[in-house]
T-cell receptor, first 112, second 115 residues
């Protein structure tokens, strides 16, 4: 069975500084991994998806994630945080037909 | 276009009411999902329809009744709910793919308050 662990429940950065949201996965097979973002009182928006085609995945709004098999990690990064990036971020694994395994989420705060 | 729409945006209902949530997508996706999300928690899967047939029911109480009238529409009928059912209800859809690789696209959700 697959599981994902988000290592930080809350991350706070200053506007214009880099963002790093950490996610580790455990899987007995090659996983599908996703990052979703959820702004307050909104649905989940897909940021990016990894499916083994390339280890560095570029997403929307300047986000990217690197799949590192040796470290079982799939961390999300952005070079420069914007105020609009403040939201909840979920690392998610494909867990079988139609099923997703969600991490517990990381709340990103951006300080002006 | 990757849009899933949900109505209503907000719903307040009493414990004896009957109401329905509606979800619609026109992306040709053949799998549709209902999730429940409590505050500060990740979404929890409730139901999955695949090709208009109920594929997964995650032991959801019978006061929640899903319906998939056609490939574009998904309803969730609510009856005799409890205050603890208050939550954000999210709909999602995906096209068929390899198991575990389907990309799910989420709607904006319906915020439900049960009094």
């Amino acid at each position: 069975a697959q599981s994902v662990t988000q290592l930080d429940s809350h991350v706070s950065v200053s506007e214009g500084t880099p963002v790093l949201l950490r996610c580790n996965y455990s899987s007995s097979y090659s996983p599908s991994l996703f990052w979703y973002v959820q702004h307050p009182n909104k649905g989940l928006q897909l940021l990016l998806k990894y499916t083994s085609a390339a280890t560095l995945v570029k997403g929307i709004n300047g986000f990217e994630a690197e799949f590192k098999k040796s470290e079982t990690s799939f961390h999300l990064t952005k070079p420069s945080a914007h105020m609009s990036d403040a939201a909840e971020y979920f690392c998610v694994g494909g867990a079988g037909s139609y099923q997703l395994t969600f991490g517990k989420g990381t709340k990103l705060s951006v300080i002006p | 276009d990757t849009e899933v729409t949900q109505t209503p945006k907000h719903l307040v209902m009493g414990m004896t009411n009957k109401k329905s949530l509606k979800c619609e997508q026109h992306m040709g996706h053949r799998a549709m999902y209902w999730y429940k999300q409590k505050a500060k928690k990740p979404p929890e899967l409730m139901f999955v329809y695949s090709y208009e047939k109920l594929s997964i029911n995650e032991s959801v109480p019978s006061r929640f009744s899903p319906e998939c009238p056609n490939s574009s529409l998904l309803n969730l009928h609510l009856h005799a709910l409890q205050p603890e059912d208050s939550a954000l209800y999210l709909c999602a859809s995906s096209r068929p793919g390899l198991a575990g690789q389907e990309t799910q696209y989420f709607g904006p959700g319906t915020r439900l308050l049960v009094l």
